[in-house]
């Protein structure tokens, strides 16, 4: 079977093809293209974005993401436990907000004094 897909490895976003049972890229202009419509195919992942409530200041929420991406099978539960995730100020760039999330950590992208 065939698939399409754009690579979104950079700017240029080629329009790959890949045939899934043999993965065989065509449509690449670069290395780059045919490893991730492989990783795509095979074990395709994903860096969460997201806000967590800050419980010692009144309506504010900490932007976080993970530290690198999780697999995308496993979004339901990443993202559950980032709903019911709470940070406690002060909040710095790069303070872990959960521990071992799937493999990586889930980090702060704001500071909040
Ligand atoms: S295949 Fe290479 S050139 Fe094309 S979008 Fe992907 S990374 Fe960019």
């Known amino acids: 079977m065939k698939k399409e897909m754009i690579c979104i490895v950079c700017p240029r976003g080629c329009t790959l093809t890949i045939d899934t049972e043999t993965m065989a890229v065509s449509g690449n202009s670069c290395p780059k293209g045919e490893e991730y419509a492989i990783n ?11 806000s967590v ?12 993401k993970t530290a ?9 539960e990443v993202m559950k436990r980032v709903h019911a995730a709470k940070a ?6 790069g303070d872990v907000i959960i521990k071992d999330l799937y493999g990586t950590d889930l980090i702060a992208t704001k500071t909040i004094e």
Do not use: G, L
């Not at 195919?41 to 969460?48: A, E, K, Q, S």
């Not at 999780?70 to 339901?76: D, G, L, N, Q």
């Open 88 to 93: 406690e100020a002060p909040v710095k760039i």
């Open 40 to 50: 795509e195919t095979t074990h395709p992942v994903r860096t969460v974005t997201s």
């Open 68 to 76: 690198a991406p999780v697999p995308k099978s496993e979004m339901f």
């Open 53 to 64: 409530r800050v419980t010692n200041r009144e309506n504010v929420m900490v932007s976080v």
